[in-house]
T-cell receptor, first 110, second 116 residues
């Protein structure tokens, strides 16, 4: 079964609005990472949050991690059309392989 | 730093032929490389993990005789799709890490395979 599961599956917002995507997982993790994938392209690493961290920021990105609920959220503030992409969370458990969630397809309308 | 390339980026082939995809770490030595497959609008599914100089470890349900993986050097891994069929059409993405168990993987741009 999927380890990471994102919701919503698809999200459409206006430019300038904030976008929030959530990721849930089932087992213990060492860290959780968020990636962006533009259509037909490879993955771009956005941010890594470790299991002992609760929140991390990088530019317009804010990631939270709640290990008690086994969930994480990715917030993109002041979205731009260029943020249109699919966003995946991936969990990593102490040297084991990454497990990717199904992703959220974000569309930012100009 | 930490750039991973894949070649080719696009390949179209006839059913029954074999296709080789290369994954290279350009500016670092990759002890471990990973191969993923991604169907349209779906997530990445890990196919196999390869460590330099040893046999690849395949995920459950992935045929090792169908998807041959060679990690002959610290900068190159190849995936060969043997006797490709239309159902093998997919987006294949590799990633590389500097060491086994590393928390960071660097992803290649992907190779789109279309089998006619």
């Amino acid at each position: 079964s999927q380890q990471g599961e994102e919701d919503p599956q698809a999200l459409s917002i206006q430019e300038g609005e904030n976008a929030t995507m959530n990721c849930s997982y089932k087992t213990s993790i060492n860290n959780l990472q968020w990636y962006r994938q533009n259509s037909g392209r490879g993955l771009v690493h956005l941010i890594l949050i470790r299991s002992n961290e609760r929140e991390k920021h990088s530019g317009r990105l804010r990631v939270t991690l709640d290990t008690s609920k086994k969930s994480s959220s990715l917030l993109i503030t002041a979205s731009r059309a260029a943020d249109t992409a699919s966003y995946f969370c991936a969990t990593n458990n102490y040297g084991q392989n990454f497990v990717f969630g199904p992703g959220t397809r974000l569309s930012v309308l100009p | 730093g930490a750039v991973v390339s894949q070649h080719p980026s696009w390949v179209i082939c006839k059913s029954g032929t074999s296709v080789k995809i290369e994954c290279r770490s350009l500016d670092f030595q990759a002890t471990t490389m990973f191969w993923y497959r991604q169907f349209p609008k779906q997530s990445l599914m890990l196919m196999a993990t390869s460590n330099e100089g040893s046999k690849a470890t395949y995920e459950q349900g992935v045929e090792k005789d169908k998807f041959l993986i060679n990690h002959a050097s610290l900068t190159l891994s190849t995936l060969t799709v043997t006797s490709a069929h239309p159902e093998d059409s997919s987006f294949y993405i590799c990633s590389a890490s500097r060491a086994s168990g590393q928390e960071t993987q660097y992803f290649g741009p992907g190779t789109r395979l279309l089998v006619l």
